[in-house]
Nanobody, 124 residues
């Protein structure tokens, strides 16, 4: 089971871009599909998108594709979330998650490993 650590969050302005990173240790990262979720105060943890274990395939929640791009570098045991044209409603704690197997899932309960989260705050 891998351990995950996110980084790259911060305080930004509307329209900014940001790249979050999630570094994995303790397992064979290329055997894990990964995903990004976010959770705003008082709301459920929402799926943003996921990437297959190989990195060949990605999937996104309807409505976010185009502003969010997920990629991974298995040689560096790292998955990334590129966010563009940030909006105040993107303010949330962003989490990466990993599950053993080839394909990601949109359901948080399907994931074995979670990072601690990184705060992204977007001001107008």
């Amino acid at each position: 089971q891998v351990q995950l650590v996110e980084s790259g969050g911060g305080l930004l302005q509307a329209g900014d871009s940001l790249r979050l990173s999630c570094a994995a240790t303790g397992g064979t990262f290329s055997r894990y599909a990964t995903a990004w979720f976010r959770q705003a105060p008082g709301k459920d943890r929402d799926y943003i998108g996921g990437i297959s274990a190989s990195g060949a395939s990605t999937a996104y929640r309807s409505g976010v594709q185009g502003r969010f791009t997920i990629s991974r570098d298995n040689a560096k045991n790292t998955v990334y979330l590129q966010t563009n044209s940030l909006k105040p409603e993107d303010t949330a704690v962003y989490y990466c998650a990993a599950r053993r197997g080839a394909w990601p899932s949109m359901f948080p309960s399907d994931y074995d490993s979670w990072g601690q989260g990184t705060q992204v705050t977007v001001s107008s």
